[in-house]
């Protein structure tokens, strides 16, 4: 069993930035492929991010590539999204997830373990 932590979510003007952190407790974390999530009101969950478990490259839909960079830190169980250039259109509740694979995907039923989320608000 996995359990997932996130934090850094909250307030920020559009244009700003936040790091989301997400800290993973329980089984091996260094095998295990990493996703972010987010999910606006009445919306669909929808692909931020992911990074495998062997690599520094990072995943990204088109509504984030160039602005978001996910990272891990496998010593400290610790998964990061940094996200720049913040817009209105990226507030949401932001998932963290655990894939039992050494695969990254973007589909959320593909991912095993999700953290509680955390809230990101872009004020225009």
């Known amino acids: 069993q996995v359990q997932l932590v996130e934090s850094g979510g909250g307030l920020v003007q559009a244009g700003g930035s936040l790091r989301l952190s997400c800290t993973a407790s329980?089984?091996?974390?260094?095998?295990?492929?990493m996703g972010w999530f987010r999910q606006a009101p009445g919306k669909e969950r929808e692909f931020v991010a992911a990074?495998?478990?062997?690599?520094?490259?990072?995943y990204y839909p088109d509504s984030v590539k160039g602005r978001f960079t996910i990272s891990r830190d496998n010593a400290k169980n610790t998964v990061y999204l940094q996200m720049n250039s913040l817009k209105p259109g990226d507030t949401a509740v932001y998932y963290c997830a655990a894939r039992r694979s050494d695969r990254w995907s973007d589909l959320v039923h593909d991912y095993d373990y999700w953290g509680q989320g955390t809230q990101v608000t872009v004020s225009s």
């Open positions: 329980g089984r091996t974390f260094s095998s295990y492929a």
């Open positions: 990074i495998t478990w062997s690599s520094t490259n990072g």
